[in-house]
């Protein structure tokens, strides 16, 4: 099914017979095969019409607003998008229509609300997207999490967990951000990347130098996956479980957090790329008691002279981030921070990345 949204400013002082009335005659006209089926007969009217394999339902809001949505009920029939402009243009020559407003400049595309591959999602901040998906290329239940990807020809292989896009093929930008927007020399230095099962961050650094890059993720199902159907993000970083100066950990992370504070061990560099920040009107929940935690834990394991990188969430999640910012406190150390908004192509939306460190012994 195929819907047009379209939507009209009314001067209603000419009557509400006056509209009902010409919306008849001018879908008539337009569309031949449709008839009025419905109408409630109130001042604020929902009128149907319906065809063989299209119906329409208009309805007069109290503010004047005049909805009208167009449903192409049959593939075999498509409505041409011809048809569609011309019955907006009459509608918007009738002399009660003050303005057309769909909330756009523009006449909307149709929405595809039945296809074989689902292409909406909604943003953080909040807004529809429509993606060009047009393939599911896996898609299983593993222990954690429900584990997707999907195909678009713009952002390449996108990696779906739990239903939230975590990153597509085409997303250099948020590698590049979360670990330090090459602005830092990892050279000889010791890195733990907590999650990045993609295998994004590790295919990124290892090359850079490092002495050890530690990259622990609990699910091994988006490791596998990653190495066949995210190439353009793993690269074949993942092929082996180890290299000379990288390990693959597929268990909890928090185990090994205690492990090596235990062992007294310390880390240049932590990434963080677990989980965004939530969306909530508080800091409470499971979610923000394991932000919580493992920004404890990381700070017990982070060099005196280290950095702390993370995501944050959609830069229009105000609250959000001001919220993570407060919980920053519960390190068990006094830390210092900066942000910086990247815009990542698949998200459609700017989002936030965080540098963290502590103040005892940096020079920031």
Known sequence: ???????????????????????????????????????????????????????????????????????????????????????????????????????????????????KVKKYDVGQGGCLIEYDFNEVVFHQQSKYQDVRIMRSKQF?????????????????????????????????????VLGGGDGGILNYLKDKGPKMITMIDIDGMVIEAAKIHLRGICGDSMDKMQGENYNIIVDDC????????????????IINDL??????????????????????????VLDENGKYFTQGNAALCEDALCMYEDQLVNTGHSVSFSKQPVCVPSYMEMWMFYTIWKNEKNGH
């Not at 597509?168 to 090459?182: M, Q, R």
């Open 275 to 300: 989980t965004a920040i939530p969306v909530s009107t508080a800091p409470v929940g499971e979610i923000w008691d394991f932000l919580r935690l493992i920004l404890s834990k990381s700070f017990d």
């Open 1 to 115: 099914m195929k819907t047009w949204l379209t939507g009209y400013k009314c001067n209603v002082d000419c009557g509400t017979e006056k509209i009902v009335e010409d919306l008849e005659t001018v879908i008539a006209s337009v569309f031949t095969d449709c008839k009025l089926a419905f109408n409630d007969g109130e001042k604020c009217f929902t009128m149907l019409f319906k065809g063989p394999s299209k119906s329409i339902l208009s309805s007069l809001s109290s503010t004047g607003f005049l909805s009208l949505d167009i449903h192409q009920l049959a593939d075999e029939h498509p409505i041409a998008e011809k048809l569609h402009t011309a019955l907006d243009q009459q509608i918007k020559n009738l002399l009660w229509v003050t303005e057309a407003h769909n909330s756009a400049y523009k006449c909307l595309p149709p929405m595809l609300r039945d296809g």
């Open 156 to 192: 390449g292989n996108c990696l779906y967990l739990d239903n939230d896009l975590n990153l597509a093929e085409s997303d250099l930008s948020y590698t590049i951000a979360i670990t330090g927007d090459n602005k830092e020399d990892f050279v000889g230095k010791d890195v733990l």
């Open 254 to 269: 928090v185990v090994w957090l205690d492990k090596y504070a235990e062992e007294g061990r310390k880390f240049d560099f």
